[in-house]
C-alpha cells in the first residue's frame, strides 16, 4: 500500500514534465506515436494547446523531426539520440545520419552559478584554486561548460563545470523515460522486439556516469596510460586536487582541426599522414588495448604541433574483452581475405546467442553478402558501409551484439570518414589488417600457450583429486538410502508478480464464496426462526440476507465466467 502511495505520489510530482513533453512531441507531429490521445486522456491533459506550424515543422522529413524534438525536449534526450546513433542495428541510414547531427544548443550558465559550483564542490574560492579564470566559457554544452583558467604556478588548464541542477533533470526524465518503456511494451507489442525497457536501463546507466566527472577523470588516466609512450598522440592530464564529481580540471590543448585538410597544409602538416596516424590509433585502441574513445568526432579532436593528436571528452568510452578482440581481428581478416566461413565463426563468437539454427543458411547469406560488399578493391570499400551492411545481416538472422560493439563501430565509422576526406586514398580495412593479424598472433605465441596449458594441468589435477572422493561419498550414501537429490525452481522476476495476481485472485475468490454460503446459511436460520419484523410474514433480515447473497453469488459466478474459469 505504501509503495502504491509513493507511486501515485511520484507520478504527480513528473506531471508538469510529462505535459512538456507531450507538448513538445504533439507540436513535431507525434500525436499518434506511442498512442499520446490515449496517455492524455489518462494524465488528463486533454486541454493542450499547441500551434502546429503545419507548413514549417510537420512539412519536414520525419527523421529531422524526430532530431528537432530531441533537441527541445533538453538534454536528457539529446544524449538519448546520441547514445541511439551509435546502435546501426536499430536505425536505418536516414535516421542514423540525422541523430549525428544533434547537437545540445544550450546558452551557458552565469559565471556566478560557476564560481558557486566551483566553490561548494572543491570547498575552496576560485581565486584560491586559479590565477586567472576566463569568464566567458570557450564550449557550452548540455550537461556542462568548460572555462580556460591559470593554476597558481601558471599552468593553462581547460575547467569543465557541470551544469547547476542538471542531475535532477536528467534524474527526472530518466524515470519518465522508463514510464514511457514500460507503457510501449505494455501498449505497443509490435515494439518489443527492441527490449525498449532494457534500451532504456542501459542507457541511464550510460548517462549517470558521464554525470559523474570522478568517473570521466578515471577514463582520461586510464586512457593516458595506454598511450603514455606513443609520440603519436596526447591525452591531458588530470589535476585532481581541483576536480570532483561536478569540475574536472584538465590540462589545456589546442591545435588545428582536424577535418580541415587545408589548414593543415598551412601548418606544414601533411593531411594523408594525419589520416593514417589516425586509423593507426584507432585501431591501436580497439585492438591492442581494448578500452577506446567511443566518440572520435572532429570536435573531440585537434592536431597538434608535429602532426601530434589530441583527443577531447571521455564521457564516453567502449571496452572489449581480449576474447571479442581475437572474434573482431578473426571478421576482420575473414572480411579482407573474402573467407566466407571465417566471417561466419566471427558473427556467431560475437554474438550473445552464439549460434544459429540454421549455420547454412547464414552461410549462404555471408557469401552473398560478401561478393556485393566486398567485389572490388579494397581501397574502395567502407569499413563504415560494410559493417552497418553487416548489421543488418545479423537483424535478419536474431543476432545480438553486445553495446560495446555498437560504439566499436560508430568509432571506427567516424575516424574512417576523417580519414578519407583527408585522403581519399586511405586503404582503411588495410591498415587495420595488420593490427587484427597482430591480435591473432599474440594467441599463439608461446608465452600465452604455456599459460594456457599450465591452467589447464593445474585445474585438471584439482579435478583428479575430487572425483574419487565425491564418487566414493556419492556411493556410500546410496549404498545407505540417503541419497538426496534437491530440486530448486527458479522463478524469474517478471514471473513472479503474475503469479502473486493469480493467487490473490484464487484466495479472494474462496473467502467470497465462505462469505456468500455463511451469508446463506445465516439467512436460511433466520427465516426459519420467525424473528420479526417481518414482510409477508417473513423475517425482514433473514430476507435481506438471501438478497445480499444472491447478488454477491451472481457477481462471483459472473466474474469467474468472464476470466475463463466457466
Not at 536505418?92 to 540525422?98: D, G, L, R
Not at 572555462?147 to 569543465?160: E, F, I
Not at 426459519?528 to 438478497?547: M, Q
Request: charged share 20%; proline share 5%; net charge neutral.
Amino acid at each position: 500500500m505504501f509503495k502504491q502511495f509513493r507511486s501515485a505520489v511520484a507520478f504527480a510530482s513528473h506531471l508538469p514534465r510529462y505535459r512538456e513533453i507531450l507538448e513538445i512531441l504533439i507540436k513535431y507531429g507525434f500525436a499518434e506515436v506511442l498512442r499520446l490521445v490515449v496517455l492524455q486522456q489518462l494524465l488528463g491533459l486533454g486541454g493542450i494547446e499547441v500551434s502546429l506550424h503545419a507548413e514549417g515543422v510537420l512539412s519536414k522529413p520525419l527523421p529531422e523531426r524526430i532530431r528537432l524534438a530531441l533537441e527541445e525536449l533538453g538534454p536528457t534526450f539529446i544524449k538519448l539520440g546520441q547514445i541511439l546513433s551509435s546502435r546501426r542495428d536499430l536505425l536505418s541510414e536516414e535516421y542514423y545520419q540525422e541523430l549525428c547531427q544533434l547537437q545540445g544548443k544550450v546558452p551557458p550558465f552565469s559565471i556566478k552559478e560557476v564560481y558557486r559550483v566551483i566553490k561548494e564542490s572543491l570547498g575552496v574560492t576560485v581565486k584560491k584554486c586559479f590565477l586567472a579564470f576566463e569568464e566567458i566559457p570557450i564550449g557550452s554544452a548540455s550537461i556542462g561548460q568548460v572555462h580556460r583558467a591559470q593554476l597558481k604556478d601558471g599552468t593553462v588548464v581547460a575547467v569543465k563545470v557541470q551544469r547547476p541542477n542538471i542531475k535532477e533533470v536528467i534524474e527526472l526524465d530518466l524515470a519518465i523515460l522508463a514510464d514511457i518503456a514500460s507503457f510501449v511494451s505494455k501498449y505497443a507489442p509490435e515494439l518489443n522486439g527492441l527490449n525498449p525497457q532494457g534500451l532504456v536501463a542501459e542507457f541511464s546507466s550510460v548517462l549517470l556516469q558521464e554525470l559523474d566527472f570522478n568517473h570521466e577523470a578515471i577514463n582520461i588516466e586510464r586512457f593516458g596510460k595506454q598511450f603514455q609512450y606513443d609520440p603519436n598522440i596526447h591525452v591531458p592530464l588530470v589535476y585532481r586536487d581541483f576536480s570532483s564529481s561536478v569540475v574536472l580540471t584538465m590540462e589545456f590543448i589546442s591545435g588545428v582541426a582536424v577535418n580541415d585538410g587545408r589548414l593543415l597544409k598551412k601548418h606544414h602538416l601533411s593531411p594523408e599522414i594525419i589520416a593514417e596516424r589516425m586509423t593507426r590509433l584507432i585501431y591501436k585502441q580497439i585492438f591492442i588495448f581494448g578500452f577506446f574513445h567511443a566518440d572520435p568526432h572532429p570536435g573531440n579532436m585537434v592536431v597538434m604541433p608535429h602532426g601530434v593528436i589530441g583527443l577531447y571528452d571521455y564521457g564516453m568510452m567502449g571496452s572489449f574483452t581480449p576474447a571479442f578482440r581475437r572474434s573482431i581481428a578473426r571478421l576482420i581478416i575473414g572480411l579482407a581475405q573474402k573467407n566466407y566461413e571465417q566471417v561466419m565463426r566471427s558473427i556467431l563468437d560475437m554474438s550473445q546467442e552464439g549460434f544459429v539454427s540454421d549455420s547454412a543458411n547464414l552461410l549462404s547469406q555471408v557469401e552473398e553478402f560478401c561478393d556485393q560488399n566486398l567485389a572490388g578493391e579494397l581501397r574502395d570499400i567502407h569499413m563504415g558501409v560494410v559493417l552497418t551492411k553487416l548489421l543488418e545481416l545479423l537483424r535478419n538472422n536474431h543476432l545480438r551484439m553486445k553495446s560495446s560493439f555498437y560504439l566499436g563501430i560508430k568509432a571506427l565509422t567516424q575516424v574512417e570518414a576523417i580519414g578519407q576526406q583527408l585522403d581519399p586514398k586511405l586503404n582503411f580495412i588495410m591498415l587495420g589488417g595488420s593490427y587484427a593479424t597482430e591480435v591473432l598472433s599474440e594467441s599463439y605465441k608461446p608465452q600465452r600457450l604455456f599459460r594456457v596449458l599450465q591452467n589447464l594441468v593445474a585445474e585438471s589435477i584439482d579435478l583428479m583429486e575430487e572425483i574419487p572422493q565425491d564418487f566414493r561419498l556419492l556411493y556410500t550414501r546410496l549404498k545407505h538410502g540417503k541419497l538426496n537429490i534437491p530440486l530448486e525452481h527458479r522463478i524469474a522476476p517478471e514471473g513472479i508478480e503474475p503469479l502473486r495476481k493469480t493467487l490473490d485472485s484464487v484466495f479472494n475468490r474462496l473467502v467470497n464464496a465462505l462469505l456468500i454460503s455463511s451469508l446463506l446459511i445465516a439467512s436460511s436460520i433466520l427465516v426459519h426462526s420467525g424473528l420479526p419484523p417481518k414482510v409477508f410474514g417473513v423475517p425482514i433480515i433473514g430476507l435481506l440476507g438471501f438478497c445480499i447473497g444472491l447478488i454477491m453469488g451472481i457477481r462471483l459466478a459472473f466474474s469467474i465466467w468472464k476470466h475463463g474459469g466457466l
